[in-house]
């Protein structure tokens, strides 16, 4: 497998072997445009087959490949759409108490970060209030000096931590172990207690043909009209920051969140390593950001009396980053040209 994913790698294209034996990739064919489609899914691995097992002997668990619908006339809410569509298909198939969302440049470094996170959803004093815990994003092709500060070392290395002890940090979009419940809209209770007993696996008597095409329905295009979807279930719509909105929404409804950072990173992606690539993407951040600020759902008015002072400061802070330019713009140029020009920065004595 390593093989052929390092050949399809380095030619930019599926292989025709790969190509003919998943009707998923055949049915990609048949549209011009990856923004008009229909639901493109397929059961590539069915966990109730015991006969599919790895070199272990081990039977290999559900893999799914999902391609939501998308038609020009409605708008797909980009990531939060793609995100709440995946939420309703798994759970249809599986149903598990905890999502662990990555990007798709992402992948897993270390095999004990599902064991970190359950320690934290599964504390006997504490587990009754932890919505999502959320890793650091490390990258691997970040050069030694990091000249365009892609690791944000400033809020993984700081700030985060500073967080975690007033309420949890932000929510950012990857490497985020969420409980399903709550992401779907749980309302907060101090009795609330996750029932890992009552976990079941979903008896199905359907093909699996039959139950593709039944699971399509929750992937349309027009899904989410006239319901919750968007507002008060899954991700938020209408923001370019769609995950920092969502995880403000959930703790405000009196949830909390953990961060953790182990020596060994958890996840490793890639990063933008050019400086028009960093500049659209802090952008996109910080218009992002600066949008929250201003709407309902600003941390200012919002999360007043809702969640703690230092965690409405820090989420203000987040969201105030480009306006904070500003200042940074003025700390950075005034002092050097009062150092040329020989002029005292203070007051002489």
Same mark, same amino acid.
């Given at each position: 497998?390593?093989?052929?994913?390092?050949?399809?790698?380095?030619?930019?294209?599926?292989?025709?072997?790969?190509?003919?034996?998943?009707?998923?990739?055949?049915?990609?064919?048949?549209?011009?445009?990856?923004?008009?489609?229909?639901? /493109?899914?397929?059961? /590539?691995?069915?966990?109730?087959?015991?006969?599919?097992?790895?070199?272990?002997?081990?039977?290999?668990?559900?893999?799914?490949?999902?391609?939501?619908?998308?038609?020009?006339?409605?708008?797909?809410?980009?990531?939060?759409?793609?995100?709440?569509?995946?939420?309703?298909?798994? +759970?249809?198939?599986?149903?598990?108490?905890?999502? &662990?969302?990555?990007?798709?440049?992402?992948? +897993?470094?270390?095999?004990?970060?599902?064991?970190?996170?359950?320690?934290?959803?599964?504390?006997?004093?504490?587990?009754?209030?932890?919505?999502?815990?959320?890793?650091?994003?490390?990258?691997?092709?970040?050069?030694?000096?990091?000249?365009?500060?892609?690791?944000?070392?400033? #809020? #993984?290395? &700081?700030?985060?931590?500073?967080?975690?002890?007033?309420?949890?940090?932000?929510?950012?979009?990857?490497?985020?172990?969420?409980?399903?419940?709550? &992401?779907?809209?749980?309302?907060?209770?101090?009795?609330?207690?996750?029932?890992?007993?009552?976990?079941?696996?979903?008896?199905?008597?359907?093909?699996?043909?039959?139950?593709?095409?039944?699971?399509?329905?929750?992937?349309?295009?027009?899904?989410?009209?006239?319901?919750?979807?968007?507002?008060?279930?899954?991700?938020?719509?209408?923001?370019?920051?769609?995950?920092?909105?969502?995880?403000?929404?959930?703790?405000?409804?009196?949830?909390?969140?953990?961060?953790?950072?182990?020596?060994?990173?958890?996840?490793?992606?890639?990063?933008?390593?050019?400086?028009?690539?960093?500049?659209?993407?802090?952008?996109?951040? #910080?218009?992002?950001?600066?949008?929250?600020?201003? +709407?309902?759902?600003?941390?200012?008015?919002?999360?007043?009396?809702?969640? +703690?002072?230092?965690?409405?400061?820090?989420?203000?802070?987040?969201?105030?980053?480009?306006?904070?330019?500003?200042?940074?713009?003025?700390?950075?140029?005034?002092?050097?040209?009062?150092?040329?020009?020989?002029?005292?920065?203070?007051?002489?004595?």
């Amino acid at each position: 497998m390593e093989s052929r994913i390092e050949n399809e790698t380095k030619l930019a294209r599926i292989l025709e072997e790969a190509h003919s034996k998943h009707k998923g990739f055949s049915q990609w064919d048949s549209y011009s445009s990856q923004r008009d489609h229909a639901t /493109i899914l397929q059961i /590539i691995i069915d966990g109730r087959d015991t006969n599919v097992t790895d070199k272990d002997g081990f039977v290999l668990p559900t893999l799914v490949y999902l391609a939501r619908e998308k038609r020009p006339q409605h708008h797909h809410n980009f990531k939060a759409g793609a995100m709440n569509a995946l939420i309703r298909v798994s +759970s249809e198939i599986s149903n598990a108490p905890i999502i &662990l969302n990555v990007d798709c440049d992402m992948y +897993s470094n270390n095999s004990h970060s599902v064991r970190d996170a359950l320690c934290f959803f599964m504390d006997e004093e504490k587990d009754h209030e932890v919505a999502f815990v959320q890793f650091p994003q490390n990258f691997k092709n970040v050069t030694r000096n990091d000249l365009y500060d892609a690791f944000l070392r400033v #809020s #993984s290395e &700081l700030e985060f931590h500073g967080l975690d002890g007033s309420g949890g940090p932000l929510y950012i979009g990857t490497g985020c172990f969420h409980r399903r419940d709550i &992401l779907c809209g749980r309302k907060f209770s101090k009795e609330y207690k996750g029932d890992w007993k009552s976990v079941k696996d979903i008896k199905r008597e359907e093909s699996v043909l039959e139950f593709e095409e039944k699971l399509k329905g929750l992937a349309n295009s027009t899904y989410d009209k006239n319901t919750q979807w968007g507002k008060e279930m899954g991700l938020l719509y209408g923001c370019p920051v769609e995950d920092v909105i969502t995880g403000l929404s959930i703790q405000c409804r009196g949830w909390k969140s953990v961060y953790f950072n182990p020596l060994r990173k958890a996840f490793l992606g890639v990063a933008p390593n050019t400086l028009p690539d960093i500049l659209v993407q802090h952008k996109r951040w #910080s218009e992002g950001d600066l949008q929250i600020f201003f +709407s309902r759902y600003s941390p200012a008015w919002y999360a007043y009396g809702k969640i +703690s002072l230092v965690l409405q400061m820090g989420y203000s802070a987040y969201c105030l980053w480009a306006p904070n330019s500003l200042a940074t713009l003025y700390y950075s140029v005034i002092p050097s040209l009062y150092l040329l020009r020989g002029i005292p920065s203070f007051p002489q004595v």
